[in-house]
C-alpha cells in the first residue's frame, strides 16, 4: 500500500464523511477505500473511524491522527507544486559543456546573452576537447560538433560548422598559391589532429569531384588558438573552422584558398542527459540556439 496515498485516502474520508465519495473524489473504487483505510488501522493497532449507516467520523485517536495527517498531505502538494514550478522555470543552475576553442569564441557570448533574458539562471560553462560523461559529470546540456554516436541521450540538432582552408598573404607570396587540392601535398601543412582526417584533407569539388590529400609540415596541435596564431605568422596552410578564421579573413590576414572545393562540415548538436522530462531550462536554452546557427552564422560573431 502506498503510504502517502492511504494517508489521502483517509484525510479525504474524514472530510466528506463518507469512503465513496472520498473514493470518487480520488478516481478509486469504494471497496479499495474501505480496504486501505482498514489496513491503516490494522498497522496502526488502532480503529480511525466510527463507521454507521449514516456516515463515517474519525474516533478520538482518528481526531488526532486526522490533523498531522492533514499536514503531511498540505506539505506533500506543496513540495509536488514547488518541483512542477521549478521545472518550469528559467532559473536555477544550469552547467553546460563544450569544445575549448567554440566555448570560447562562440558559446560564451550567447550564454552571457540567454543569462541577460534570465536573470535567475545561474551557470557553469566548461570548456574540454576531451569526451565528457553527462551523466557522471552532473552536465545539464553539451554542444556537440561531428556525427553523434547512437545512445540514449537526448539530442537536437543546431546547424553546421563549416571549415575553409587559409594561408597569409606573405606565405603565399613566399611558396606560391595552390590552384587544386593535389598541390598541397608539396605545401607546408599546419595540420589539427583531432578532425578533417588529421594529416589526410578531404575535398569536394565540382560535380562532386573528391580528393584525399596526404599532407605534411612542421607544426601538429590540439587547439585551434595555436594553429591560427602560426598560420597568421606565414608558417604554412591550415584547415579552421570558419568561426575561427573569419575575423583574420575579414581583415585581410588570411585568405581562403580553393573556393571551388570545400571541406567536410561538422553538424552542431545539443546533447543532454535523457530525450524525456527535460527541464525547462535545457530545452528554452536549446530552442534559443537553434535560432544562432544559420546559413554563415559564423559571420555574425563579434
Not at 553527462?134 to 540538432?157: F, H, K, N, P
Amino acid at each position: 500500500m502506498d503510504r502517502l496515498q492511504a494517508i489521502r485516502l483517509f484525510v479525504r474520508v474524514v472530510d466528506l464523511g463518507s469512503f465513496s465519495k472520498a473514493a470518487a473524489d480520488l478516481g478509486i473504487g469504494q471497496p479499495s477505500a474501505t480496504k486501505q483505510v482498514a489496513q491503516m488501522e490494522k498497522e496502526l493497532g488502532a480503529r480511525l473511524l466510527h463507521r454507521s449507516t449514516h456516515g463515517v467520523s474519525p474516533t478520538e485517536i482518528g481526531g488526532l491522527y486526522y490533523e498531522k495527517c492533514k499536514l503531511i498531505v498540505h506539505h506533500a502538494d506543496e513540495a509536488d507544486n514547488l518541483a512542477a514550478l521549478l521545472q518550469s522555470r528559467v532559473q536555477g543552475g544550469l552547467r553546460i559543456n563544450t569544445s575549448v576553442a567554440f566555448g570560447r569564441r562562440v558559446l560564451a557570448p550567447l550564454v552571457m546573452q540567454f543569462m541577460e533574458l534570465h536573470p535567475q539562471l545561474q551557470v557553469d560553462l566548461t570548456v574540454d576537447d576531451r569526451y565528457v560523461n553527462l551523466v557522471e559529470q552532473g552536465i545539464d546540456v553539451a554542444i556537440r560538433m561531428g556525427r553523434l554516436a547512437d545512445s540514449t541521450l537526448g539530442a537536437r540538432y543546431l546547424g553546421t560548422n563549416p571549415w575553409v582552408l587559409v594561408a597569409a598573404p606573405e606565405y603565399l607570396a613566399r611558396r606560391g598559391r595552390p590552384a587544386e587540392p593535389a598541390a598541397l601535398a608539396s605545401h607546408d601543412a599546419l595540420v589539427y589532429t583531432t578532425v578533417q582526417g588529421d594529416a589526410r584533407w578531404h575535398f569536394t569539388g565540382p560535380q562532386g569531384r573528391v580528393e584525399v590529400v596526404p599532407v605534411k609540415g612542421f607544426l601538429r596541435s590540439n587547439n585551434l588558438s595555436t594553429l591560427l596564431a602560426a598560420v597568421r605568422k606565414g608558417m604554412g596552410v591550415a584547415v579552421l573552422p570558419r568561426y575561427v578564421a573569419h575575423k583574420s579573413v575579414a581583415t585581410g590576414a588570411l585568405q581562403p584558398l580553393l573556393p571551388d572545393w570545400s571541406l567536410p562540415a561538422q553538424e552542431i548538436h545539443a546533447v543532454f542527459p535523457s530525450p524525456s522530462l527535460v527541464p525547462a531550462k535545457v530545452s528554452r536554452f536549446v530552442d534559443w540556439l537553434q535560432g544562432r546557427f544559420g546559413p554563415s552564422w559564423w559571420a555574425t560573431l563579434d
